[in-house]
């Protein structure tokens, strides 16, 4: 029973559909009939004019948002846990030219305003130190924990006055907006978010994400970029039919709210055991050696996460009776 | 009727279906089964063990080769007309950190061994000039011809002799093994290739191309690159399973042998017309402008290829009606 | 007798007098009283408000202002015998991150506003290709040809047109300004010139250039790139005091007309002989085996360039009975 | 009275004299007679085959270094205030294409073997994580501390155990070999050193330094890549002269002896003040905001360090009466 990782989840059938249903002869690259909709589509979401960019990876669609938003010779705040430190294999530092990421702490991967302020006041202003130039937070967070919409306006009320660009990784942004109940322009652009990596995969998609430009302006740069980077698709249809199935009547939201509410479900077997509120998919739970074990001999499947310590993360399609099981289980500890 | 691009094709049907078939949940990345069975598959298939990597784009497989293959500060051989060099944004310099193209002559995109040595003789062994590391063709080229086992082996002697890792861009590789007859080990490894980028999505594949490593040393620095470029897919069977496809049962040579069979009717339409021999599936045609108006009028769309050149490509699919078409059209200019 | 490279020549005993003169405790970096004073300077020379900035090398200063002007997904024009492109170990790529060198044509590494346009005209715009964001031309030329101010400004206004930075190596911009007559603002900004490689080794100093900024909304960004590069030498005044010791009472300009003097008596000694016109202080010459045997055998030393060529150079400090000894023994030939 | 920075002091005048000396027409680059000697006397000094090459900085020496230890893709070990990471404005991320600083803890900005061990645990063996390719520590710390022989061989170890490239940041080199009284081959290569930068700036230098290679299957790289990022100075005997100059008959042991003595007699002044021990020529005290107002107002000139903490820093030049009076001053406070 796995409850190891949504990225390891089936797409939604829906997805598979539209892949067959896109298989015909089109206009290459990001010139067919579904790419050309995704600026619309994500503007009418978004209820304001924004560019959207499939892209095949979320570190794809985080890292050109960055190299966008940060010279080579910047540096970007993020969160010590963040994805884009600890498990993109330094992809930021290519794709930004060296570009410096600045470690900043907080409880459960969240920032708080007051913490970026710090940072930047303990730069000296000169030529030695590595000056910031973006923000990027990851909502919701890689310990489940979600930003609300005015959370993500306080970080971006700090990124304006320091002139740092705001990018949003939003791998699991449907769990976030379905958590938090704000709508997609409240949780980012009139939160002064400037990109988003709306994350596709981990919920229903297949291999597509979807860099969201606020700032756009930045579009022709993304574009040269994606292409430098060898994420242009000649046959792009296929990423951006995925996205189109997923946000076609809210599909993305009915997803996120399976596996959201999978994750209550087991928060609730043992309220105590959770090392942070549960706010999205991901469950952190403390567990001794031998609890550990008797859950892996009932044949759970999740991560250990240091000492003690234990990720699980609910999907889409997570089985109702597994999900019961495990809920069981835990409480039985 | 389409002559526009092999890569705006649609996809083979079994490549869908085998889209569907692994769409289950499985190990994430490459731990899949599909991406599993990639390099024994490929072993057998270049008789020699090799390691194979899928990845979304051809610029991708060029550009992570030929980045484990040439030193930030080196320089990479290649045809003034090569793909990398004239259609990638810029990707080589991208991935290999600032590399430097050095851009060789031959006619129809080819290179003959004692340009390459020619080259290398005119460059002083110094620091002030950048020293070659790798040497890059195309097969078959960027204009539809193709290197028969025999001149890759010269080109892969002149490789050896100096030290250059050698990368094939093999974009249509199966094009240029239905044209030559070759066997894919005497094409490539057997002929001094380290690396190859093995097309798939020209010949009918969705988004899966697959870097296929001779120099297997470099397998480790590959993974993690792919990795750092965005390239790791977490459902990578998508990919694994788009290429098993292909493979099975030689369905990549029928694809192959589709579009070559066309592209030879086309050149026996005018023999008297074609710029370069036809040995692929891509045609370069003399036509007057009034030529031109007159093909585009009955319906045909392709590439104008400068002044009074047009290209046509054929692809897996052609549809034998529009072959005859086009065919007749041509004859009776 | 050394006709070998003006950059091996000795500094200017003025320049060694400032280094020991600029020897006392002082603000470290460029804080310093001499490094303070470059600005000002430059901007009286120029005419203009100017920020100039002190570098080792120039390498350095070419392709820390093509950095500047170029961002890392572009392409920078340039002469394909620039020495940008051939003697700078491929440092423009590094610096900018892999940038582009376009190469263009033109007699005596002169590059003609047409090749340009034409060059630009080629290239088509979308994401595929390298878009040119850079214009690098060197004045004096590789082969010792002047740009005078009105070519300069032709260039300026294929630049502007095209919203490219434009870029003057001035390795040899002393004997570039003695030569034309024109004044440093004229052969410039004037001109449309963006930022200038000032060069001061090759006419009298030691180891200190100077990249003077018109757009100096480029400043905050040289500065950090200088550091980033390693080249913000903490003793800075040891290259300011060279600087300022060279500009004093038209020192570098007495240099250079000593140098190209020199070079003209050279060329007078067989005018059939120059492959270009003799413009500063680089003579090339056309001399048989024989020819070139004989001249080394009396004691001259050069640069052999390629078959049946020879490159003189003439330096700041050239002894005048060597060159009356030398134009002899050409005119003996 | 000067205690802000050893970079800020005068150069020894034997280096003034050395480099008025050298200063004759010779080969350019590094092919003059001065620069030639150098892999010879490092050589002796050592007690080993190096090869040596001076740069302008510090910063280049180190950054020079880390590029060749560590590929694009990998990790540096340092301590989180190490110079590299701090004051370099990101240096090692662009000479090294991207490459992660990885910040490491311990007092005084030292590194213990059992740190590195503990932070190699934590990261996990995959192409997610950034895995470490070098280790760099810094001798004298930043905070005036000096590793022992043994302490560099038991770091030594465990970068050899887990394959790291091992670097030395020695731009206060001298003071650490005068505190120590280890041999220059003891305190690196012995230890396990595979590339030293050897500081001479900060020690009566004026703006040479040199990156030692104990690894000489390096040089060649690195004398690409001291080109490319325009480090090759053409007439680099007025470096390799100031070297030699303070090499000659232990000028640059006398020099860190008179730094180091100097702090040892403001040490002694108020021992409980001491926020570090004070190993070589710098001093971290502790002051209230008054007694610092009070050192000021004595017309002492030194660095804030944070709340509570000033740094002074001695230099070889250091005036005595000065050391007296700051000596009596801080006694007094």
Known sequence: MRFFSDNAAAAHPKVIEAIAASNRVDTAYDGDAWSQQLDGVFS??????VQAFWVATGTAANCLALAALCRPYGGIFCHRDAHIEVDEAGAPGFFAHGAKLMLLDGAGAKLAPETVTDAIG????DVHQVQPHALSITNATEYGLVYRAAEVAALGVVAKDHQLGFHMDGARFANAIVSTGASPADLTWRAGVDALSFGFIKNGGLNAECLVLFKTELADEIAVRRKRAGHLSSKGRVLAA???AL?????WLDNARAANAA???LAQAAPDRMIYPVEANE???RVTAAENDRLRAQGFDYYDWGEGQIRLVTS???DGGDVDRLAEAIAAL
Chains 1, 2, 3, 4 share one sequence.
């Not at 303990?122 to 202003?125: D, G, H, N, S």
């Not at 946000?247 to 599909?251: A, I, N, R, S, V």
């Open 242 to 244: 995925q996205i189109l």
């Open 316 to 318: 889409w399609d997570q």
């Open 122 to 125: 303990a730069i000296r202003k």
């Open 263 to 265: 994750a209550q479900q």
């Open 247 to 251: 946000l076609e009547d809210g599909l």
């Open 283 to 285: 469950i952190f739970l």
């Open 44 to 49: 009418a979401l978004f209820e304001t004019e």
